[in-house]
């Protein structure tokens, strides 16, 4: 596939329902799990309903959407500023490895940079995803101190 110019923004109303899809085939690609449509809906619904959660960040490939970001926010009391979260990260399959994914970090740091509190990102990822692995290491993230733990209630 020739690489096209890809355009990043910020993801706006127009694109619930292409998150919401992009939601549901990552769930099933990286935990096998199916997602409630009718719950994803809601849930991505809430962040636009609700700013101070995060925003979203799409790529589009010739006016198509074909990646998607999801950034919250950590509040760090030992640094004063916001951790953002690289969450909900997703690029279709056939788009994947023409730098879809390294354009929306690249907008991402420009719009932190542009933030005066903004300390760093953060992001989890599936130990066995090497691939992702090596992509966040190329844009010069680094293996974190910590590791994750998590105790879910519901689904």
Same mark, same amino acid.
């Given at each position: 596939m020739?690489?096209?110019n890809?355009?990043?923004?910020?993801?706006?109303?127009?694109?619930?329902?292409?998150?919401?899809?992009?939601?549901a085939e990552?769930?099933?690609?990286t935990?096998?799990?199916?997602?409630?449509?009718?719950?994803?809906?809601?849930?991505?619904? @809430?962040? $636009?309903?609700?700013?101070?959660?995060?925003?979203?960040v799409? !790529?589009?490939?010739?006016?198509? %959407?074909? &990646?998607?970001?999801?950034?919250?926010?950590e509040?760090s009391?030992?640094?004063?500023?916001?951790?953002?979260?690289?969450?909900?990260?997703?690029?279709m399959?056939?788009y994947r490895?023409f @730098?879809? $994914?390294?354009?929306i970090?690249?907008?991402?740091?420009n719009? !932190?940079?542009?933030?005066?509190? %903004?300390? &760093?990102?953060r992001?989890?990822?599936?130990?066995?995803?090497?691939?992702?692995?090596?992509?966040?290491?190329?844009?010069?993230?680094?293996?974190?101190?910590?590791?994750?733990?998590?105790?879910?209630?519901?689904?």
């Amino acid at each position: 596939m020739e690489r096209k110019n890809i355009m990043v923004r910020l993801g706006n109303r127009n694109d619930i329902n292409t998150i919401v899809k992009f939601n549901a085939e990552m769930a099933l690609e990286t935990e096998n799990i199916s997602l409630s449509t009718e719950k994803l809906q809601k849930g991505v619904t @809430g962040l $636009f309903n609700d700013p101070q959660r995060g925003f979203y960040v799409v !790529a589009e490939w010739d006016g198509k %959407v074909v &990646g998607q970001t999801m950034i919250t926010y950590e509040w760090s009391d030992w640094r004063n500023a916001n951790f953002w979260w690289i969450q909900s990260v997703y690029v279709m399959p056939e788009y994947r490895g023409f @730098g879809v $994914f390294r354009s929306i970090f690249e907008y991402i740091k420009n719009k !932190a940079k542009e933030s005066s509190d %903004v300390c &760093g990102f953060r992001l989890y990822v599936s130990k066995y995803n090497v691939q992702a692995k090596r992509t966040y290491e190329s844009m010069g993230m680094e293996m974190s101190y910590y590791e994750m733990y998590e105790m879910p209630i519901s689904v």
